[in-house]
């Protein structure tokens, strides 16, 4: 009996030495699949809705030209964020500090909209959902950029040669999950959300990106990047990797939309003005699939921005 009994013991321990283990190699592996770099990109934007009071309206992340001689920060998000601002109110960007202070809080705030110059006013793409526009960047902001060039040398990144099926990370700010919108009242902490290309299709003219990753509100304009390769998870590799399989991150879209599933429910006959007609009520909720304008628009847009 004792023999047995240290026999499990041994099990046991072998076992929960190989389960550590695997968690150590994991949690590395998942770790370094997102660049803290590409989370230090995203910025939150947000509304003033009067002096003083902000309130999110969306993501955006920063790329920059690496041959410009004046490194210039470009802004990437959604062209809705500007157009449901059908007021006016003054838009502005906020950022994490690189040393915040005690009592100063842990970010800052950057105005972006409206503006005076010319050059920082946004630019919208003719058809996507897409806008970008020149931003100031605060040497006392804790961010970085990615270089435009390295987002469009890579010929898969183009809606046409992205595969079905292929994992995805969707990254922003969804402040309207309660928990999370607790949490960016303090500091902005990118949220990762994982899924596959669901689908190509078109839309007014329009190649268009679904992936199996929901989205909310707040997380509109957010990057979504291909997931690296498993191979490249430790610096040796077996053998070349696999055709379009990417070994590092790489950009293919921006976050536009969530997709509702919608039904209309029966709800009886009602009068209404004298007449009798059938009233229905119609329920929505997430469908779980996002819709994401590729990058081919982007670098479009890009190219039209002067100098």
Request: proline share 8%; aromatic share 10%; with cysteine.
């Given at each position: 009996m004792r023999a047995y009994l240290g026999l499990k013991r041994k099990g046991a321990k072998v076992i929960f030495v190989f389960l550590a283990v695997t968690f150590l190699f994991a949690s590395h592996a998942i770790g370094g699949l997102i660049p803290n770099s590409w989370l230090k990109t995203l910025v939150l934007i947000e509304i003033e809705k009067e002096v003083g009071c902000f309130e999110p309206v969306g993501t955006g992340f920063l790329v920059a030209r690496k041959d410009d001689p004046e490194k210039k920060t470009i802004l990437v998000t959604n062209a809705h964020i500007f157009d449901k601002n059908t007021s006016g109110k003054p838009l502005v960007i906020r950022a994490n500090k690189?040393?915040?202070?005690?009592?100063?809080?842990?970010?800052?705030?950057?105005?972006?909209?409206?503006?005076?110059?010319?050059?920082?006013?946004?630019?919208?793409?003719?058809?996507?959902?897409?806008?970008?526009?020149?931003?100031r960047k605060p040497s006392s902001f804790d961010i970085k950029t990615l270089d435009i060039l390295a987002i469009g040398d890579?010929?898969?990144?183009?809606?046409?040669?992205?595969?079905?099926?292929?994992?995805?990370?969707?990254?922003?700010?969804?402040?309207?999950?309660?928990?999370?919108?607790?949490?960016?009242?303090?500091?902005?902490?990118?949220?990762?959300?994982g899924g596959v290309i669901a689908a190509k299709y078109q839309e007014n003219d329009l190649n268009m990106l679904l992936i199996d990753a929901p989205s909310y509100w707040g997380g509109s304009g957010g990057p979504v990047v291909i997931r690296?390769?498993?191979?490249?998870?430790?610096?040796?590799?077996?053998?070349?990797?696999?055709?379009?399989?990417?070994?590092?991150?790489?950009?293919?879209?921006?976050?536009?939309?969530?997709?509702?599933?919608?039904?209309?429910?029966?709800?009886?006959?009602?009068?209404?003005?004298?007449?009798?007609?059938?009233?229905?009520?119609?329920?929505?909720?997430h469908s779980g699939l996002s819709t994401v304008v590729p990058i081919d628009y982007l670098i479009e847009l890009i190219d039209e921005l002067p100098d």
């Amino acid at each position: 009996m004792r023999a047995y009994l240290g026999l499990k013991r041994k099990g046991a321990k072998v076992i929960f030495v190989f389960l550590a283990v695997t968690f150590l190699f994991a949690s590395h592996a998942i770790g370094g699949l997102i660049p803290n770099s590409w989370l230090k990109t995203l910025v939150l934007i947000e509304i003033e809705k009067e002096v003083g009071c902000f309130e999110p309206v969306g993501t955006g992340f920063l790329v920059a030209r690496k041959d410009d001689p004046e490194k210039k920060t470009i802004l990437v998000t959604n062209a809705h964020i500007f157009d449901k601002n059908t007021s006016g109110k003054p838009l502005v960007i906020r950022a994490n500090k690189k040393n915040p202070e005690p009592n100063g809080g842990m970010f800052g705030r950057v105005p972006i909209f409206p503006m005076t110059e010319d050059r920082y006013k946004p630019r919208f793409h003719d058809k996507a959902d897409l806008a970008i526009l020149y931003v100031r960047k605060p040497s006392s902001f804790d961010i970085k950029t990615l270089d435009i060039l390295a987002i469009g040398d890579t010929y898969f990144l183009k809606q046409e040669y992205v595969p079905l099926g292929d994992e995805v990370f969707l990254i922003g700010f969804p402040t309207s999950i309660h928990k999370i919108d607790e949490l960016q009242k303090e500091l902005n902490i990118p949220i990762l959300r994982g899924g596959v290309i669901a689908a190509k299709y078109q839309e007014n003219d329009l190649n268009m990106l679904l992936i199996d990753a929901p989205s909310y509100w707040g997380g509109s304009g957010g990057p979504v990047v291909i997931r690296p390769s498993s191979h490249n998870i430790t610096e040796e590799s077996a053998g070349p990797p696999p055709p379009l399989s990417p070994t590092n991150v790489k950009l293919i879209g921006i976050v536009s939309s969530m997709l509702p599933v919608s039904r209309d429910w029966e709800l009886g006959e009602v009068e209404i003005e004298g007449k009798r007609q059938t009233a229905y009520f119609r329920s929505k909720w997430h469908s779980g699939l996002s819709t994401v304008v590729p990058i081919d628009y982007l670098i479009e847009l890009i190219d039209e921005l002067p100098d």
